[in-house]
């Protein structure tokens, strides 16, 4: 069931930040199953899943609906958990990773590693579900490992608008050799990030992470410039109809 929740969840994500479903269109399951080809489980947990992600509003017990966003929101939210988790990932590294929060973050980078490895095998095929809950452990450890109950509750704040979680990776599984090469990079910072807050560079740690987050910014931008620009694309024209204005 994994892999339909996650297809539905995708399929979904990307008509919303393609502009298909318009701000404050519902989206009810009895409507929506047989549109997507899915049984009314799998969607309704794709929608649970959009709402944690801030691309969806529950209306009561009238469903869901879309909510209004633009990149220039879900920008600035990315923006302001940049310096969040810059200033999370120097505490960690000024004062230094207990033992759980070093496993945590190096079976993070680990998983990273294995599931690119997976990808290249799959023609570029990413497991998104598995990376998006390892990104999310990641940055959540690092933030642990700040040790600020302060820091942690205006990450909260923050990571409840549209696509700011570090879990929420964009049109995932929609662009898929465009998200591949984001991803590898993505991996790369992380590598970074856990080298300077283990060799107590917190400067340098922060410097990464905010990066990190801008590049995060500028790549679901793009992918959902990419997603508006394909929903606009004319249809091919079958050989029959070409066939036929020849005729």
């Not at 600035?76 to 958990?81: L, N, S």
């Not at 700011?164 to 590898?184: I, K, T, Y």
């Not at 107590?200 to 992918?223: P, Q, T, V």
């Amino acid at each position: 069931m994994a892999s339909q929740i996650e297809r539905v969840a995708t399929e979904l994500r990307r008509r919303i930040l393609s502009g298909e479903l318009p701000a404050g269109q519902r989206v009810r399951e009895l409507e929506w199953a047989p549109e997507l080809g899915a049984s009314r489980t799998p969607l309704r947990l794709a929608l649970v899943e959009l709402e944690k992600q801030g691309l969806l509003e529950r209306v009561g017990s009238r469903g869901y609906h879309v909510r209004r966003i633009t990149m220039d929101e879900v920008a600035e939210a990315i923006d302001v958990r940049g310096v969040l988790e810059g200033h999370a990932a120097r505490l960690a590294a000024e004062a230094g990773l207990a033992p759980p929060q070093r496993d945590q973050l190096e079976r993070c980078v680990q998983e990273g590693r294995r599931l690119l490895e997976a990808a290249g095998t799959r023609r570029g095929v990413l497991d998104n579900a598995a990376w998006a809950s390892m990104n999310a452990d990641f940055h959540a450890a690092l933030v642990e490992a700040a040790g600020s109950r302060t820091l942690r509750a205006a990450l909260e704040l923050v990571t409840r608008s549209p696509l700011a979680h570090a879990g929420a990776l964009g049109v995932n599984g929609a662009q898929p050799q465009m998200e591949l090469s984001f991803l590898r990079r993505a991996q790369a910072d992380h590598e970074d990030v856990l080298e300077a807050v283990l060799g107590r560079e917190g400067a340098r740690a922060e410097a990464l992470m905010r990066e990190h987050a801008r590049r995060s910014r500028d790549n679901k931008r793009r992918l959902a410039e990419r997603a508006a620009a394909q929903a606009t694309e004319p249809e091919p024209a079958s050989p029959r109809a070409a066939r036929s204005r020849r005729g």
